[in-house]
T-cell receptor, first 112, second 112 residues
Framework: QKEVEQNSGPLSVPEGAIASLNCTYS??????FFWYRQYSGKSPELIMS????GDKEDGRFTAQLNKASQYVSLLIRDSQPSDSATYLC????????????FGGGTRVLVKP | DGGITQSPKYLFRKEGQNVTLSCEQN?????MYWYRQDPGQGLRLIYY???????QKGDIAEGYSVSREKKESFPLTVTSAQKNPTAFYLC???????????FGDGTRLSIL
C-alpha cells in the first residue's frame, strides 16, 4: 500500500507569516507531486505541481521536492486569512502513472 | 466553459436502495476517477478508468460499481452492499500521463 503522510494540524500562523507544510511518501518511483487546497465543504483545487528536485515558485506559493529523501513541502509566504484551508499532498503511483495517493491533509489557520 | 459536472449536489439514500452519482466532463480527458472523502480525512480511491469501456478497482471498491460507456461520462453506483455510504464523493479527470487531476464540485451522500 502506497502511503503519503502529512501532519494533520491545525497549523496556526499569524497573518503575514510563512506557513510551512510537509509531506513524505513511500513510493520511491513516484514522478509527479501535487498540492491541492480544499476549503471546508468544497472540492480540492490544484495550487502547485512539481516534477523535479528543487524549488518551484508560483506567486506566494513555493513547492520543494527532494526525491532522495522522499519529501515534498509547500511554503505559503505572506499568509492571508483566505489561505485558511486544508492542504492535500498527492503523489502519483509509479506503477499506474496517473493514479494518485493523497495524504490526509494539513489544516492551516491564518489568524489576523 | 470546460469542466467536470457532478450531480446531484446532495443525495439521500434509503435502506436497501442503490443510488447513482453522475459525473460528466467536457475536457476531452481520457482518465476519470471516483474518490470518497470522510470528515477530516483525505481522499480514498474507489474506481478509476483510463479509457472508455475499461475501469479498475481502487482501494475501497467494495459496495460500489461504475461504468464507462462514453468518454465524457463516468457514473458511480452506491449499492445497498455499501453499509456506510455517508460521505463526500468526488469525481476527477486528467488529460495525460503525470498531469494533475481536476475535480468536480462533489456530491454529498447521506442515509435517510
Amino acid at each position: 500500500q502506497k502511503e503519503v503522510e502529512q501532519n494533520s494540524g491545525p497549523l496556526s500562523v499569524p497573518e503575514g507569516a510563512i506557513a510551512s507544510l510537509n509531506c513524505t511518501y513511500s513510493d520511491r518511483g513516484s514522478q509527479s507531486f501535487f498540492w491541492y487546497r480544499q476549503y471546508s465543504g468544497k472540492s480540492p483545487e490544484l495550487i502547485m505541481s512539481i516534477y523535479s528536485n528543487g524549488d518551484k515558485e508560483d506567486g506566494r506559493f513555493t513547492a520543494q521536492l527532494n526525491k532522495a529523501s522522499q519529501y515534498v513541502s509547500l511554503l505559503i509566504r505572506d499568509s492571508q486569512p483566505s489561505d485558511s484551508a486544508t492542504y492535500l499532498c498527492a503523489v502519483n503511483d509509479a506503477a499506474a502513472g496517473n493514479k494518485l495517493t493523497f495524504g490526509g491533509g494539513t489544516r492551516v489557520l491564518v489568524k489576523p | 466553459d470546460g469542466g467536470i459536472t457532478q450531480s446531484p449536489k446532495y443525495l439521500f439514500r434509503k435502506e436497501g436502495q442503490n443510488v447513482t452519482l453522475s459525473c460528466e466532463q467536457n475536457l476531452n480527458h481520457d482518465a476519470m476517477y471516483w474518490y470518497r472523502q470522510d470528515p477530516g480525512q483525505g481522499l480514498r480511491l474507489i474506481y478509476y478508468s483510463q479509457i472508455v469501456n475499461d475501469f479498475q478497482k481502487g482501494d475501497i471498491a467494495e459496495g460500489y460499481s461504475v461504468s464507462r460507456e462514453k468518454k465524457e461520462s463516468f457514473p458511480l453506483t452506491v449499492t445497498s452492499a455499501q453499509k456506510n455510504p455517508t460521505a463526500f464523493y468526488l469525481c476527477a479527470s486528467t488529460g495525460g500521463l503525470f498531469q494533475p487531476q481536476h475535480f468536480g464540485d462533489g456530491t454529498r451522500l447521506s442515509i435517510l
